[in-house]
Structures are given as C-alpha cells and as structure tokens.
C-alpha cells in the first residue's frame, strides 16, 4: 500500500507540513538577529 494513498494523507496535509521549511528561513531573515 502506497504512502500517498493513506486515509488523511492529501496535498493539504503535504502542503502544511511543506510550508513551516519554506516559510521558515524566510521568517528568520525577516527578524533581526539577536
């Protein structure tokens, strides 16, 4: 059985686990450095 074919596993859910590795870095040159 394919993971992609996981009851609860959709693009959604890849995409909100994608987005704080994305995001993240982003937020991090946004605040300055302590």
Known sequence: ???WRRP???PG???LA???VVFS???R???PPE
């Open 1 to 3: 059985m394919s993971p």
């Open 8 to 10: 609860g596993f959709t």
């Open 13 to 15: 859910v890849m995409l």
């Open 18 to 20: 994608a987005a704080p």
């Open 25 to 27: 870095p982003l937020l």
């Open 29 to 31: 040159d946004e605040l």
